[in-house]
């Protein structure tokens, strides 16, 4: 899975390893919200849950690795 990201801040494009970890912070980030969606939904089948986490994950997995610093300072719906 090759992801294409803009360049950063600094004006250079970010290398593989730098682009996996985005990747897993953002991952990370996917599984906290994901599990709290569950809470806040909690009467809900376990393949719910299941669906829920892996499309946060995903989705918060794929944002960081291509917007990077951008996706991190646009978290505002967090605090």
Known sequence: ??????PTAGGRT?????IKVRFACGALLGLVVGLGMC???WPLS?????????IAVAACG????????????NLRWLQ
């Open 14 to 18: 970010p290398d593989a390893f730098e």
């Open 62 to 73: 794929a944002g960081a690795a291509y917007f990077g610093d951008s996706f991190w300072a």
């Open 46 to 54: 376990t393949l719910g849950a299941y669906m829920i986490v892996g």
């Open 1 to 6: 899975m090759k992801i294409e990201s803009g």
């Open 39 to 41: 809470v806040g939904l």
